[in-house]
């Protein structure tokens, strides 16, 4: 069974780094035709495309955010990260990570965690 | 991109009615539509993808349609625990684009 969690602060401040790692077990990040994904989600509003990592390394992302936006992986602890520059208040969200099987969707998420840009 | 338009935003219907909710992409996406259940508090759950193929534990009153440039998601007999906000989201070209979702209440 795939299982993605989602770790890091909860709380940002304003132009700093926000960083997320995304614990996978049950899968290889390394293998296989999945796009390790980060998706955000603003209180009361819809969902929001970040960007995604390919088994092979290769990226892709939202071109609002690619000025910022960083997604890694590091295969030896089978994890994925991500890293968003210059933050601002619009940037608070829940943060997901995801597996994204291309045309057939995104079956498996993490539970999301709240990432808040405050002084 | 390609912006993906869902309506009605909002929909409040009965124990046992069908709804329909709609979604409409500004370019071809083939049949690479996907449609997810998000209730308060959890991540979306994967109800639809490739517009029609239901995925496996979803309950059969749900179900995926496509009609000319549009892609329909409808739920026979809506039951109480349908009451959830609804996302289609197209994986046919990065970036992934979602609707802006559809509440749905029970009355």
């Known amino acids: 069974q795939v299982n993605l969690q989602e770790s890091g602060p909860g709380l940002v401040k304003p132009s700093e780094t926000l960083s997320l790692n995304c614990i996978v077990s049950?899968?290889?990040?390394?293998?296989?035709?999945?796009?390790w994904t980060w998706i955000r989600q603003p209180a009361g509003k819809g969902l929001e495309w970040i960007g995604r990592?390919?088994?092979?390394?290769?990226?892709s992302y939202d071109p609002s955010l690619k000025s910022r936006v960083t997604i890694s992986a590091d295969t030896s602890k089978n994890h994925f990260s991500l890293n968003l520059s210059s933050v601002t208040a619009a940037d608070t969200a829940v943060y997901y990570c995801?597996?994204?099987?291309?045309?057939?969707?995104?079956?498996?998420w993490g539970r999301g965690t709240l990432v808040t840009v405050s002084s | 991109d390609i912006q993906m338009t869902q309506s009605p935003s909002s929909v409040s219907a009965s124990v046992g009615d069908r709804v329909t909710i709609a979604c409409r992409p500004s370019?071809?996406?083939?049949?690479?539509l996907n449609w997810y259940q998000q209730k308060p508090g959890e991540a979306p759950k994967l109800l639809i993808f490739?517009?029609?193929k239901l995925v496996s534990g979803v309950p059969s009153r749900f179900s995926g349609s496509e009609s000319g440039t549009e892609f329909t998601l409808t739920i026979n007999s809506l039951q109480p625990e349908d009451s959830a906000t609804y996302y289609c989201?197209?994986?046919?070209?990065?970036?992934?684009?979602f609707g802006q979702g559809t509440r749905v209440e029970i009355k």
């Open positions: 995801a597996r994204d099987s291309g045309g057939m969707g995104i079956q498996h």
């Open positions: 370019q071809n996406i083939n049949t690479y």
């Open positions: 049950g899968d290889s990040i390394s293998s296989g035709s999945y796009f």
């Open positions: 490739a517009t029609s």
């Open positions: 990592i390919y088994s092979s390394g290769t990226t």
């Open positions: 989201q197209q994986s046919y070209k990065t970036p992934r684009t």
